[in-house]
């Protein structure tokens, strides 16, 4: 046995959240299942680098468990090929002490429609949330500390939407999203400036959350781990099934 971490990606409207639950499809439920399926040992010790609520996708979130496969290939092959809605993309090697929680930097995508919205106002709002803030009106505390350092909010606007990209160590629960919610609140104009900072100085303003779908977990970062990505496509067939569903639906909207 040994140990071994390896992103994967989802699309969070497959599961009812990451961490695994009874009764219900989750992430780590799917991993675990794929993990049996391939006969990969008894005790996989499952972890997980970050969780993502219902609806929330994710290109590059990390795993870590044990494993009997002496070959990273072999193994992400076989788990590419009974997995139903969880793409395993590359791996690495880790000791037996690697907490995947202990992250350098975690990167989300927020997509936001830009339609009547001004953008000057969106960015200046933006500028607020950097820098270290109790974010307690912008989170789900869970008993955890609400003061945290948020590294960067860069926003670029492309083809009507704007594709906002936070960086941090950590993110609280439900931290972009309420973000999200306040910056398109400024930029449609329903909220002020002032509104923002008095919320950051823990006045009772509330913003609302912003939709799940639209967040997505890009990468998880470790500074001294390199992630091999194999160079065959071991999900070409499978990533090609979805975009023709995608294009199906889009054009069945398109003709309404």
Not at 4 to 11: C, D, F, Q, R, T
Not at 152 to 171: A, C, G, L
Not at 217 to 241: G, S
Not at 251 to 256: E, I, N, T, Y
């Amino acid at each position: 046995m040994r140990r071994v971490a390896v992103k994967i990606a989802y699309l969070g409207d497959e599961f009812v959240g990451s961490q695994i639950q009874p009764d219900v499809r989750t992430v780590e439920g799917e991993v675990l299942s794929n993990l049996a399926t391939i006969r990969n040992g008894s005790d996989p010790d499952l972890k997980c680098a970050s969780r993502t609520d219902r609806g929330v996708n994710a290109l590059g979130n990390v795993i870590i468990f044990n494993t009997v496969f002496d070959d990273d290939l072999i193994l992400l092959r076989a788990l590419n090929a009974v997995s139903k809605g969880v793409f395993y993309r590359s791996s690495a090697d880790v000791n037996t002490d690697f907490n995947p929680r202990h992250a350098d930097e975690r990167i989300y995508h927020y997509m936001l429609p830009a339609t009547d919205i001004d953008a000057d106002l969106l960015k200046k709002c933006a500028l607020l949330f950097v820098g270290e803030h109790d974010f307690i009106r912008f989170c789900k505390p869970d008993d955890r500390p609400t003061k945290m350092n948020m590294r960067s909010i860069v926003i670029n606007e492309t083809d009507d939407v704007f594709i906002m990209e936070f960086r941090s160590e950590y993110f609280l629960r439900n931290l972009i999203r309420r973000i999200v919610a306040a910056l398109s609140a400024v930029g449609h104009g329903d909220a002020s400036l002032d509104d923002v900072e008095r919320a950051l100085d823990g006045g009772p303003v509330s913003f609302g959350t912003a939709r799940p779908d639209a967040l997505t977990l890009m990468d998880v970062i470790y500074k001294d781990v390199e992630f091999r990505t194999p160079a065959t496509d071991m999900f070409r067939t499978k990533a090609e099934e979805e975009i023709f569903k995608v294009s199906l639906r889009s054009a069945f909207f398109s003709s309404l």
